[in-house]
């Protein structure tokens, strides 16, 4: 799923990723549609989602092993649970059986589609300014909140974090956290400078949450009550979707063309509330960093890299795709693999 688990912290403990100076790309697989999100991967089998059908391709052969049908799936990450797959389909969210493509259940819930979170028997999403819950079973839906009864509007987060029963998003320049079971607002958090936080998809480690702002900073907010620990400039003024692991965040800064458009990845200790490293990127259009057991990847337009997680140093980086890239990259014991938006999915070793 998008963000690797619930709490999106894009962290990957078991897999080590491709590590090595010399590393090639091939490609595994061409779909017949558009992509436009990373796919995802369990053992030997690849899913990944292209205009109106869900693949699933064998990662050590590229066969497809089978082809589900369906209305429109481009936007949405494929999330994994036991032996089902859920994905966002034109309306709503869909569920298969991971085995053989066979849907168990659909819901058309309103005007685009969700992009599932999972855990603990509930897929939580987030559309059209509506936040819902749906049943694992059947996929009846309940709406646990609404932003439309605060007056906020666009935008808001597309994929929330989910951690011990709190779903935590933001509208516009209000973080909520909301209690999944009984859809009561346990707290609420304003953007000091009230700025726009909700083009972030926000991560957690349990005691705090981790969100940047349009005001140039992240902070860190308290999963208890609410409160800021402590904020951090990132000279970001497009809020980005921080990654996290062991006491260290991951996030892309991005300036506007105004102020030069410059882009960083930094590293930051959120124990010592600040930044250890940095290093200088080539493009304004970044995706959420992905994060091994030794390595930090990154993925813009054009090319992934690949840094060593404790001193920032570059190990690898490719840059030969001749189309656009889709999303972050997607980690898997010691691969990694990266879709194009015209269809392709490559292999990374």
Known sequence: MYGVDPQNTGYHPTATGPTSEDVTAKLLFESNGTVSDSPAVIGDTLYTAADNQLYAINTETGENEWRSDFPDIRGTYPAISDNRIYVGMNEGIATVNRNNGNLIWQNSVGISNVCPVVDSGAVIGSENLLLYKFDTNNGEETIIHNFRDENLGRPYTSIPAYDDGSVYFAGEHVLHSVNAKNSSVEWTFENPEGKSMGECNPATDGENIYI??????????????????????????????????????????????????????????????????????????????????????????????????ETGDRRWKIDEFNEPIAGPPTISDDHAFISLKSGEIYLIT
Not at 254 to 268: C, P, R
Not at 279 to 307: E, F, G, M, T, W
């Open 212 to 309: 940047s702002g349009a005001d140039k900073r992240l902070y860190a907010i308290d999963t208890k009550d609410g409160t800021q620990k402590w904020s951090i400039k990132t000279k970001s003024e497009t809020p980005q979707n921080p990654s996290l692991a062991n006491g260290i965040l991951y996030v892309v800064a991005s300036d506007s063309v105004l102020s030069g458009g410059g882009s960083w990845l930094l590293a930051i200790d959120t124990k010592k509330e600040e930044v250890i490293w940095e290093d200088s990127l080539q493009s304004n259009i970044n995706y959420k960093p992905v994060i091994s057991n030794s390595s930090v990847y990154y993925a813009n337009s054009r090319q992934v890299l690949a840094y060593d997680r």
